[in-house]
């Protein structure tokens, strides 16, 4: 008998910027009886949304900056914590490495890689470790799209209450992703991901001989 409750759908992400977009398709089942999506690639869906949400307010953001802002000019946006102060950042995080586009992206693109391998071989696979590694992967890639397409980085949240370099949404992100990432290494991989040893039968054996 065939079982009716449940309906095939392809979901397509879109989202652009004037510098980048993407489009990703993925095929979930959704049981309209029960009013719920599922199937395996259920939480590869939610991981894709939270990647694109991350990257596309970051290049919102970034957009905003540019298109209101003229350069070392300020708005207010909290007041008494942070304003916005456009600033363009040719180096890494605090401008260190200065001038070294080619470099700095090579480098992105490789650490990009290595944690996007672990994501994809699941070799990382606890839902904190995966949100920790798509929040890295979305603050990298979206400091590598200035470097590419502008040659430098828009940095913008400017801190009132302390002398702190100013920085972007895509650096939050990857700080977080990094202090998450911490957390799921000392707590949660060895119980969760990591590979579990086959017994020994040969020693087995021995001992019994």
Known sequence: MVNNSYKTVTIWLKFGTPYFAVAIGTEIRYNHKLGIFTGRNTSLMWYIVLFAALL???????????????????AAFL????RLTRVHNYGAAWSSFS?????????????MGAVAYL????????PLGVIAGVMILAGGVG???????????????DLEFMS??????????????????AVYSLWFYDKYDKPKKEPDHDAGADSRN
């Not at 970034?62 to 300020?74: D, F, I, Q, R």
């Not at 001038?99 to 650490?111: E, I, P």
């Not at 994501?119 to 606890?126: A, C, E, G, W, Y």
Request: charged fraction near 15%.
């Open 56 to 74: 596309g307010a970051d290049q919102l953001i970034k957009y905003w900056t540019v298109e209101h802002l003229a350069l070392g000019e300020s």
């Open 79 to 82: 007041p008494g914590i942070v």
């Open 164 to 181: 702190y370099p100013i920085f972007n949404l895509a650096d939050i992100f990857v700080v977080i992703g990094v202090l998450l990432g």
């Open 119 to 126: 994501l994809v071989r699941r070799i990382v696979r606890h």
């Open 99 to 111: 001038g070294q586009t080619t470099a700095l992206a090579v480098v992105t693109v490789l650490l």
């Open 143 to 157: 400091n590598l799209i200035d470097r590419l397409f502008r040659g430098y980085v828009v940095d913008m949240f």
